[in-house]
């Protein structure tokens, strides 16, 4: 272990809602470890600023949840597979999609981009392997071999060869242009999840399940080192730049490890829980992982972990005998080097494989539910300033890096860390009663929209603004079930401003001493989140326009169902507050488009969500309830009456919904408080549903 001193060498970065629901996959960029894509059950894939709060772009199309994401080298284009098996390739820079690829039939597992040139992996749970040119239609090469999911790809450094990491415990290596298995590498004992390359000797890296790392040469393709040091599975793998050693992320903790012969120079226990994804950049390594809708990233001081020493006596790890020197200096590689090519991986080189091994439905599948009913993909910029500085276009001066260079700032000392932690649960709760930790270290912005997020831009570069995230995660990170739900709702009027603490602007007592703000601070904490919260109202006061053009140009059902397509329960209310207003205005049409957005609205977080939903859903039962039971109870009529199937149908729809929301009042009935009294008070009203269903 690293010696012990008064800086941390490993904190917690920042923690954020990134989707609107779970977030199934995310990755980082590589190349400047300053780009986070993630993809979500929403169907949406997100870019973000690593340490920025804001959402940079929110990429749409995907119909069905996004299981993998995956920046090329250049962090230029991202791609996103879907659920389904469907691939999509965005260029980041133009703010437009590239390509839609059909091929796979089940989930897309696991997506890799090759070193040079346009060419992209593709692995799936229907154990295939396909080989993608994203300037044109239907895959290059499909792998056949693995009898299991294929969990990982990697291409070598110098872009031959793909390796494959699979369910079924085995490693293969496949030469690109032949289509065909170089071999197989089968010492795991339990699924493998994770290869990687070595950057420049011809080595090949396997985490797996079984907690092991395994170290391929792939001169004589035998095993040279096996690393168990491991507590957990193996989740993430990544050679340091210059190949001196293996860093292997597991669950809330990072070694470090070195081999030939195998040890372990470094143990940094990290709060991360499941990490999903590392990158080192600056000397710092940048470890990402996701938790039901958040995403948490964190960092470690690479200056203060060992890369070298370590003992290893009978395959037993000591970190406190000295290692002897092997007679080899280690400047003198112990295998051969890739050859890197001169230029980028072109069209000629893959033109006869292109031809001759495409497979016949490599141009068409079956339509699966993507191309049968494609939506139109969008790419919504939320951040102007920060694309632009991020992704500028092409013939820009400058592109690479980014202007983010400079390291992220070090945690402050623990007592003014204690104090910054005291201000920010201060700032999360919207009364002094502190009974269930903050869920993020960020002052909130009441924003269901998941394209923004709630964490406001810091306003200047001081030491203590990187503070917030500083704290490594607790082990009891997530509160008991009872403590969320007294702090869950937030109610619709206060006597007090959200996000503000009197306390923290009256002299500090003495327990608190370090805890005492400047006026700039003040004024700085005031502050926060009006960013945020200008640009949320502007792009919700532009959806607010679009509703009502295409209310004025055609009719309510089009608004409405436009609201609805905006995928931001604010709109939804703003429109339903009109609506509830003017009882005439509404139609059987209506409840079939408006039932499934009260499902949300009750059991939103906000007061005045279920207030507006509760409202629609009173209206509802009051003027269309009789009309819904007594056309289900109605006999069939004697002949072809289309007019009455439509009216069935459309009644026979909102009848199961009325059934949805009925359970869901049932179960919120026993709150207490104002919203309490309001489910009940529904409950009553739904009373002739239990009757009639």
Request: charged share 25%.
């Amino acid at each position: 272990m690293a010696a012990a001193s008064t800086t941390k060498i490993s904190w917690r970065l920042q923690e954020f809602e990134a989707h609107s629901r779970t977030v199934s996959c995310l990755s980082l960029g590589k190349s400047s470890g300053r780009l986070l894509v993630t993809g979500g059950e929403d169907c949406r894939v997100n870019i973000w600023a690593v340490n920025k709060a804001n959402c940079v772009m929110s990429l749409t199309g995907h119909k069905n949840p996004v299981e993998c994401v995956q920046f090329n080298v250049s962090e230029e284009q991202v791609v996103a597979g879907s659920q389904s098996g469907s691939i999509r390739v965005w260029d980041l820079e133009a703010a437009k999609i590239l390509r839609t690829l059909m091929g796979h039939k089940a989930n897309v597992s696991s997506l890799s981009f090759h070193p040079f040139g346009n060419f992209l992996a593709s692995s799936s749970t229907d154990t295939s392997i396909k080989l993608w040119d994203v300037r044109r239609k239907g895959y290059v090469f499909r792998y056949k071999g693995h009898t299991e999911a294929v969990r990982s790809l990697a291409f070598s450094p110098d872009g031959k060869w793909l390796a494959s990491a699979s369910d079924d415990f085995t490693v293969k290596l496949w030469d690109l242009f032949q289509g065909k298995t170089i071999t197989e590498f089968k010492s795991h004992s339990a699924a493998v999840n994770v290869v990687q390359f070595h950057p420049t000797e011809y080595l090949l890296a396997s985490g797996s399940a079984d907690r092991s790392i395994k170290l391929w040469d792939l001169e004589k393709f035998t095993m040279v080192g096996s690393l168990e040091g491991d507590t957990s599975a193996v989740r993430c793998l990544l050679f340091s730049p210059d190949g001196s050693c293996l860093y292997s992320g597991g669950s809330d903790s990072l070694r470090v490890f070195g081999w030939e012969p195998e040890r372990c120079f470094d143990v940094v226990p990290v709060g991360w829980g499941k990490v999903s994804d590392l990158a080192v950049c600056n000397q710092q390594l940048i470890g990402v992982s996701h938790q039901l809708s958040s995403v948490s990233s964190y960092l470690v001081d690479l200056k203060r972990v060992k890369k070298s020493g370590g003992a290893v006596i009978q395959g037993i790890i000591q970190d406190n005998k000295p290692l002897t020197d092997p007679a080899e200096p280690r400047g003198t590689p112990l295998r051969r080097n890739y050859d890197r090519p001169t230029t980028t991986c072109s069209g000629n080189r893959m033109k006869r494989s292109d031809t001759d091994r495409r497979s016949p439905d490599g141009e068409r599948r079956s339509q699966s539910e993507d191309e049968a009913e494609d939506k139109q993909p969008s790419a919504e910029i939320h951040n102007v300033d920060d694309y632009r500085e991020i992704f500028q276009p092409k013939h820009a001066i400058s592109r690479t890096p980014p202007r983010i260079s400079e390291p992220f700032p070090a945690p402050p000392e623990d007592e003014s860390a204690l104090a910054i932690d005291r201000q920010l649960k201060d700032l999360m709760l919207p009364s002094p009663d502190k009974q269930a930790p903050p869920l993020a270290t960020s002052t909130p912005v009441q924003r269901v929209e998941p394209t923004v997020v709630s964490c406001a831009k810091r306003p200047n570069p001081k030491a203590g603004n990187p503070a917030p995230p500083c704290q490594p995660a607790p082990p009891a990170q997530v509160a008991p079930p009872k403590a969320q739900q007294q702090v869950r709702v937030i109610p619709s009027s206060r006597n007090e401003p959200l996000g503000l603490n009197v306390a923290d602007f009256l002299p500090s007592t003495a327990n608190h001493q370090g805890g005492a703000l400047s006026d700039d601070d003040a004024l700085s904490q005031m502050s926060k989140g009006h960013d945020t919260m200008c640009v949320m109202l502007s792009s919700r006061h532009k959806n607010l326009q679009t509703v009502r053009s295409v209310w004025a140009r055609e009719d309510v059902k089009s608004a409405l169902d436009a609201a609805g397509s905006m995928n931001d329960l604010s709109i939804m209310v703003d429109v339903l507050n009109i609506l509830n207003l003017h009882p005439s205005l509404w139609k059987l049409d209506l409840c079939t488009l408006v039932l499934p957005q009260i499902d949300k609205l009750l059991q939103s977080k906000y007061e005045s969500y279920m207030h507006t939903g509760s409202t629609s859903l009173k209206l509802i039962i009051k003027h269309f309830w009789a009309l819904i039971s007594e056309t289900l109870k109605a006999s069939p009529a004697v002949g072809v009456d289309i007019t009455r199937e439509e009216r069935h149908q459309k009644c026979r729809e909102c009848c199961r919904y009325l059934q949805n929301l009925n359970n869901v009042v049932k179960n919120r009935a026993g709150q207490v408080g104002r919203h309490g009294s309001t489910f009940k008070e529904l409950q009553l009203l739904m009373a002739p549903l239990d009757d009639a269903l």
